[in-house]
């Protein structure tokens, strides 16, 4: 098996510094999927992200769908939770995976969030603890299933902790509903070898008005969850600027907004703070579900 060295390499090599993120791959129909993902590759993005939850598409199958409709560009799951599958049942899907697209499959596991789990019926235990057992319960699984490829592993992760978990078990840490001030507390945490993959939602849209209306339905429920509102805090983030909605400081914070040109100069902004990856994630919008217009649209300002 290649090194954790090794694997951050050929990551760094072949991600590139923008990807793609978007929530409609963990619900559209496959066609839909497809031609969205080719999009997206021809736009020149170096990965597509896309979320596993409660009621969507299960991550590896859609993970299939998307390397079948894709060539050159990298496919990560943003997360899958670790809380859907045995640590086996993972390395066995994801060396498959791998094997199928010559090694196009990023493999992206979190914890997620105590409301979901429990519908599910499970016991949330603590999340760094839990994660590590579970890394290591796959790093015993390595020897006891076929032999095939090397997967690069990536945590969700938001505080030190859970950063320091990334930085020692796995290729890199993947933030979500980050600040740009995140990004640089985050890469002081991990460390220059680890990687950095940031998600981050976008709105093209000059009117602030507008633009933090879309945004704060986009992050409504995030406000709500433990893991977040904890995160934002240790951001310092006040309670009240959380509350109701978010103020308008957060909500400029969390989506950036404004004209193409103004949300890629923003973009840029992780990139200096530290980060390897941006993932671009369009709000969603019912006129362009997979936010395919939006990341067209901001491409050519990224290249």
Known sequence: MASLADQRAALRRHIGTWGAWSFGFAYAPSDQARAAAAAIEAAGYGCVWYPETLDSREAFVNAAVLLGATERMLVATGIASIWSRDARATVQAARTLADASHDRFVLGLGVSHKPLIDTRGHVYGK???????????????????????????????????????????????????????????????LGPDPLLLVEHKVVIDEDPESARRRAREEIAWYLQAENYVRNLEWLGFAPEEIADGGSDRLVDALVFHGSAEQVAERLREHVAAGADHVAVHPCRDERDPMGVATLQALAPLLR
């Open 127 to 189: 999340p760094v603890a839990t994660m590590r057992a579970y890394l290591e319960a796959m790093t015993a699984a390595d020897d006891a299933v076929e032999p095939g490829r090397t997967v690069p592993t990536v945590l969700a992760a938001l505080r030190p902790a859970m950063l320091r978990l990334a930085a020692e078990h796995a290729v890199g840490a993947h933030p979500y509903l980050v600040a740009v001030e995140h990004t640089a507390l985050a890469r002081a945490e």
